[in-house]
């Protein structure tokens, strides 16, 4: 029976023993008394980095609960450092902005388990051929695109990829309690100024101050401590001041990244470029040009 007794040490040393390498499933096989959902919160609260041994575990305890049966649409060895860079960066840009992490499918009538999960992504209106052009980016991951009518029309857009063990790592170590919370050190250590972009796309907007537009970036459910470790790695990479501002919220409190103008001015001619490079939908770059002087 699980408990919410305190952690014991000896816990503790399992965690800290195993956390970095083995799956939460087999972390629960461990810690016979504490849930997936507290083991990964925990584990989450000590600071406990995923490693590659622990992402190649993950791929073999995945391709463990296969049913032979089933024919893969994924080679789902494939690692997320082996996938192409401006795949990979529209991954994490997404992940943390509008995209998440789900199951994809149902279990409900017993007849079989999804054990990885899936990435998903879905944009309103004027957004609709952003959302698609993500999904045509992400292709290796097979996407299927849906729409919705709302009024008469299609205004809504979503897609889901297969399932795959690199989501599953994604959603253990960016999600607490089902929420996406935690800026991991693998997405600091390797999201770059084109990740950055598509983080700002989704989640960021220009805001008038003083009759002058600067963007900035919405962030409100991740940790405070990791948006400043984020920001301080990202400052000395790439030479820029970028910082965390707070603010009221109706649900308490809210957390931006701002860009200040010096930071601005170096952002957007390489944003720009992007959009170029990468086709992205030119319509989107009201965000960016509705944030010039």
Not at 16 to 36: A, D, Q
Request: hydrophobic share 30%.
């Amino acid at each position: 029976m699980k408990t919410n007794k305190r952690w014991s040490d000896e816990e503790v040393d399992i965690l800290k023993s195993y956390g970095n390498k083995i799956t939460i499933y087999e972390l629960s096989e461990k810690l016979v008394n504490r849930s997936v959902i507290s083991i990964r919160a925990k584990r989450n609260r000590l600071g406990i980095i995923l490693d590659d041994e622990y992402l190649s575990n993950l791929g073999k305890y995945a391709r463990s609960k296969v049913n032979p049966d089933n024919l893969c649409k994924l080679d789902q060895r494939i690692k997320l450092n082996e996938i192409d860079g401006n795949v990979k960066q529209i991954l994490l840009g997404c992940l943390l902005g509008d995209g998440c992490v789900k199951k994809n499918g149902s279990d409900k009538n017993k007849k079989f388990t999804i054990r990885n999960f899936a990435f998903y992504c879905c944009h309103y209106k004027k957004q609709i051929p952003y959302c698609e052009w993500k999904s045509k980016e992400l292709k290796m991951f097979m996407p299927k695109n849906r729409n919705y009518l709302r009024g008469g029309i299609h205004d809504i857009l979503e897609f889901i990829t297969v399932s795959h063990p690199i989501f599953t790592y994604l959603r253990e170590s960016v999600y607490v309690e089902n929420k996406k919370n935690i800026v991991t050190d693998y997405i600091i250590n390797n999201l770059d100024l084109f990740g950055f972009l598509i983080w700002y796309l989704d989640d960021g907007c220009p805001q008038k101050q003083r009759h002058k537009c600067f963007p900035r970036i919405s962030c409100k459910g991740y940790s405070e401590e990791s948006l400043k470790k984020f920001c301080s790695s990202f400052n000395d990479k790439y030479n820029l001041s970028l910082k965390i501002q707070k603010s009221k919220h109706r649900d308490g409190e809210n957390k931006t990244i701002s860009i200040p103008a010096k930071d601005r001015d170096f952002l957007f001619p390489i944003w720009n470029n992007f959009f170029e490079k990468y086709k992205i939908p030119k319509y989107m770059k009201y965000k960016i040009e509705n944030a010039q002087t």
